[in-house]
């Protein structure tokens, strides 16, 4: 199974950017599909975006496509999350999540394997 580790959450300004890393253990990003989901405070938590194992395929949430950018470096075992043009409504927890299936997934019931999360908040 592959362990999960987040970080590069913080403080930002409205307007401003922040990249997360998600640098995984036991076994290697390319033969997962991975996603960032993040939940705020009292919401459920949804979907951001995913990357998948076969051919590197992206896909994002309509409240981020456009601002937000998924990637993934084998060499360094490592899945990142780049944040452009970060709002309030932006504030949340981050997950980083491994799920054993070939193409994008949007559901977090297709994922099992998460990492503890990074917090991510954005003031006016």
């Known amino acids: 199974q592959v362990q999960l580790v987040e970080s590069g959450g913080g403080l930002v300004q409205a307007g401003g950017s922040l990249g997360l890393s998600c640098a995984a253990s036991?076994?290697?990003?390319?033969?997962?599909?991975m996603g960032w989901f993040r939940q705020a405070p009292g919401k459920d938590r949804e979907f951001v975006a995913t990357i998948s194992r076969i051919a590197g395929s992206t896909y994002y949430a309509n409240s981020v496509k456009g601002r937000f950018t998924i990637s993934r470096d084998s060499t360094k075992n490592t899945v990142y999350l780049q944040m452009n043009s970060l709002k309030p409504e932006d504030t949340a927890v981050y997950y980083c999540?491994?799920?054993?299936?070939?193409?994008?997934?949007?559901?977090?019931?297709?994922?099992?394997?998460w990492g503890q999360g990074t917090q991510v908040t954005v003031s006016s």
């Open positions: 036991g076994r290697t990003v390319s033969e997962y599909t």
């Open positions: 999540a491994a799920a054993p299936v070939p193409g994008v997934a949007t559901g977090y019931r297709a994922y099992n394997y």
